[in-house]
Structure formats: C-alpha cells, structure tokens
C-alpha cells in the first residue's frame, strides 16, 4: 500500500512539463492581457451574444462599417471568454490560457515520447517549439487552435500509421473548430498535407502504398472542408480570411503580419528552430514522409511571410522533427539515460501533481487580491482612466480615437458610443487608410472629420493630430499620461 501511495506522488517528465508552462504563462499573463486591442472586443462580442442570443451578421461596434457585412468567425469563443470572464474576471482568462497552452504542448510531447519512444531529445524540442510560439502568446482565441492543431497532427498522422482513428472525429472536429477561430484554415491545411503527399508516394512507388490510407486521407479532408462551412457565415470565413490575408495594404500596415527581422533578439529562439530543423533533416538517416515533408515546408513558408504564423510553425515543426530523434538511442549514453528514465516513469503516476498546480495557482490567481489587481487592462496600453471619465461624464457626438483603444473603447462605451476604428473591424482597409491619413494629418484628413461628423476625440497626448486640433480649437475636456480626450467647439 505504501509503495502504490508514492507511485502517485511521482512526477512524470510531461507533469512537470505541465506545470512548467501553466506557472510560465500565469506569470506573463498581464503581459497577454495587454499585448494588443483585441481582447476586448472578443469580450464585447460574446457579451452582445449572450445579451441578446443571436450571432451577428452585421459590423454594430464600429460606425463607419455601422450595419455592413461582417463574419463572426470567433463567435464561439467569444461567448467562451465572456463567460469566464463575467465570473472570474480577467484572472479566469489567464488561467483559461494557462490551461491552454500547457494542455497543448503535453499532449504534443506525450504523444510523440509514446511514438519514438524517446524522452529527454523531444522534450527539448518540444519546449524550443513552445519557447518560439511565446512570440505571440497573448489572450485571444488562436490559443484554442493551437490546442485544436496539436490534436488534429496527432489524428492525422495516425491514419498514415494505419492505426484506427474514427473518421467521424475531423468533420466533428472542424464543425467546432471553424466556429472558434479562422486559423480551421490550419486543420485543412494539415490534411492537405498528408492527401497530396499520399498521391506523390503513390505515383512513384504504387506497389508498397496502401490504398486504404489515401482513401482515409482523402475522405477526412472532404468531409473536414464540408464541415468548415456550417457556421453562421456559411463560405463567409473563408472568403472574408483569404481576403483578408490578400489585401496588401491591410498586411503591410500590421506588425504581425510582417516577416520576422532575425536581427531582433526576441526572434532568435525561431532563427534557432529552423537551424535546427536543417540541421537535423540533413544528419536524418530516417526517411520522412512526403506529407510531413510538405507539412514542415508550408508551416515554414507561412512563418517566414508573417509572424502571426510562428505560433503554427513552434507546434508543426517538433511534431515533424520528433522522427528524426530516434537513432539517438544508439548513443549508449542516451539509451542509459532513456532506460533509467523510462524506469521510473513506469512506477510514476504523477498527475496528482498536474491537478494540484491547476487548482492551487488558479485558487490563487482567482481568490488573491493581489493577483486580481495584477491581471487588468493596463495603461498605456489602454486609457483606463480616461475612459472612466467618459462613463462618469458621456459627451455627445463621434468619436475619433487610436485604433488599438477601438475594442477596450467599446467594451466600457458601447452602445452609447461607438468607436471610430478597432483592431478587428476592416476588413478592407477603406476606414484604415482614412485613420492613418488622419493621424498623419495627410491628404483630406479634415475632411474626413467633417465626413463623419466627429466631435469628440481620445487619442495619446504626443501625437500630432493631437497638437494640430488643439491649435485648431478643440478644447482639452480631460487629460492624463496616456489618453487626452478633445472635444469641438
């Protein structure tokens, strides 16, 4: 009886792994809170959802795009994330990362250790992907399609294996996934993957390809694309996300949608990967499949072109390269080390450990006032106080303001005042090139104040825009480091 009680109090490598990057993300999670203007907005989102039971099919925060066309392709989480944070505040959404994050990258290393049988080498990889996909780790809905892409690699690898995964799954899957978050796009790209490399081994070696599998592969894709358009939008996110992604202008205004610059240090850990990953595809004696071959091109290039894709690439490229790690056990010391290691993980059962850590850091990041003040929307990167100022004293009139306040701007404001411009809300870049010739005071940038009437102004003190209406007039209603709030007279 003793020993069976300590077999539960003994921690695996994937529990401390666990533990390691759900302590790691409560520790940045104001950070992720305030990284950009989108999560408020999500927040909005799901409130009016919830509010008023109906998913809508209509731009309603933003006026200039007031009652046009938009695709609420996140609506699901949206509603997701108000919910927890209408009960648990924002601290709730740190934790619901938390969760998120380590669940993807422990079923990412389980899996592929249960596969290659190989610890210690896929654990760092592993972590140097997780490490690389911190990039962008920030409270926004891409977080379930991380989780949602580590799942589905695992499904589709194993109908290359021959091993029984019921079709069923990816339809099921990917009607979920494309009402959580556009990035579905990646499950399909996936399955892509897999199906034309199957068709390339086929056209080559057709003797020693399965036709079972092609047939699985092909037939998960058909039914996973099918799947994609039940949704409120029908064809809507596909059409509005590669339109979106096609639109030059739009892509060159956002940093995220950049090239990563290898010259910055924060981007030195992605630089790493994909040292390695030559590296180690070079020195492979083990052949890799086409699929994953064109799996790792495509998550490469996309991450390469942009890098709101590296949070893809740090869960593809591990999962890929996790194959080329098994010769290390023909290293007398790793297959030592392996063999100690797979010894006393066999009497381990510690995920006693993993429930723990959840609920005692999460206790404590949702009872503590001390860790409640710490998760908030933070200045600068919001105007918290001056828009508590403009709920204690509404003013009258459209509101021009900086893009990234649009979403927190609506969150506290609407539906008594709508935001001018918001983070999400363009899709097309026609009010977006009207914000920056406004802020840059180029071109018919007065005319465009008259064009939509505005009266009211909250922007960062130090812009020019800001000199330029106060020397025209506009009169300084309430001011503090971060927000300035103008108003015509």
């Known amino acids: 009886m003793k020993s069976t009680s300590q077999n539960w109090l003994i921690p695996r490598i994937q529990d401390i792994f666990f533990v390691a990057i759900f302590v790691a993300v409560l520790s940045l999670g104001n950070q992720m809170l305030n990284l950009d203007g989108d999560l408020p907005r999500h927040l909005l989102m799901g409130k009016y959802i919830?509010?008023?039971?109906?998913?809508?099919?209509?731009?309603?925060?933003?006026?200039?795009?007031?009652?046009?066309?938009?695709?609420?392709h996140e609506w699901l989480t949206d509603v997701l994330f108000y919910l927890i944070y209408s009960s648990l505040g924002l601290a709730g959404l740190v934790a619901l990362s938390a969760l998120l994050l380590a669940t993807t990258f422990t079923i990412l290393y389980r899996n592929l250790v249960n596969t290659f049988n190989i610890r210690l080498p896929i654990l760092i990889l592993v972590a140097w992907g997780a490490a690389a996909t911190s990039l962008n780790w920030a409270i926004r809905p891409h977080l379930v399609s991380m989780l949602l892409l580590a799942q589905w690699l695992l499904w589709t690898d194993s109908l290359q294996r021959r091993k029984k995964v019921p079709i069923w799954l990816f339809p099921l899957s990917m009607l979920l996934w494309s009402n959580l978050h556009g990035e579905f796009i990646a499950g399909i790209l996936v399955l892509c993957a897999y199906a034309f490399g199957w068709v390339i081994e086929y056209m080559f070696d057709r003797t020693n390809v399965d036709l079972n599998i092609g047939k699985n592969l092909w037939l998960a894709l058909v039914l996973s694309t099918a799947a994609s358009l039940i949704n409120p939008s029908g064809i809507g996110p596909w059409l509005t996300l590669l339109g979106f992604v096609n639109n030059q202008y739009l892509m060159s205004r956002m940093i995220e949608a950049n090239a990563p610059n290898f010259q910055n240090p924060e981007m030195q850990i992605l630089l790493g990967l994909f040292a390695a990953s030559i590296f180690l595809l070079s020195v492979n004696q083990t052949k890799l499949s086409v699929g994953k071959g064109l799996l790792l091109a495509g998550f490469s290039a996309m991450s390469l072109l942009a890098i709101r894709n590296i949070h893809l690439y740090g869960i593809v490229a591990p999962f890929v390269l996790a194959e080329t790690l098994g010769p290390l056990r023909g290293i007398p010391v790793v297959d030592r080390l392996e063999s100690s290691l797979q010894s006393v993980e066999g009497r381990g059962k510690g995920f006693v450990w993993v429930a723990v850590a959840v609920i005692g850091f999460s206790?404590?990041?949702?009872?503590?006032?001390?860790?409640?003040?710490?998760?908030?929307?933070?200045?600068?990167?919001?105007?918290?106080?001056?828009?508590?100022?403009?709920?204690?004293?509404?003013?009258?009139?459209?509101?021009?303001?900086?893009?990234?306040?649009?979403?927190?701007?609506?969150?506290?404001?609407?539906?008594?005042?709508?935001?001018?411009?918001?983070?999400?809300?363009?899709?097309?870049?026609?009010?977006?090139?009207?914000?920056?010739?406004?802020?840059?005071?180029?071109?018919?940038?007065?005319?465009i104040l008259k064009q939509y009437n505005i009266r009211l102004a909250i922007l960062p003190p130090q812009w020019l825009l800001t000199k330029e209406l106060i020397s025209q007039g506009w009169e300084a209603a309430y001011q503090d480091q971060t927000a300035i709030i103008l108003v015509k007279k």
């Not at 925060?61 to 695709?71: I, K, T």
């Not at 003040?373 to 303001?401: C, I, R």
């Not at 539906?415 to 809300?425: T, V």
């Open 50 to 72: 919830l509010q008023n039971r109906m998913i809508p099919t209509t731009e309603l925060f933003v006026y200039p795009y007031l009652n046009q066309p938009y695709v609420s």
């Open 363 to 447: 206790s404590a990041a949702l009872v503590s006032n001390r860790t409640q003040s710490l998760y908030q929307f933070t200045e600068p990167a919001f105007p918290v106080q001056a828009v508590a100022w403009l709920e204690s004293n509404p003013h009258q009139g459209n509101m021009f303001n900086d893009l990234n306040w649009g979403g927190y701007l609506g969150l506290h404001l609407w539906p008594h005042q709508l935001a001018f411009i918001d983070s999400m809300a363009d899709t097309t870049g026609q009010v977006t090139r009207q914000y920056e010739s406004v802020i840059t005071l180029q071109g018919d940038w007065q005319e």
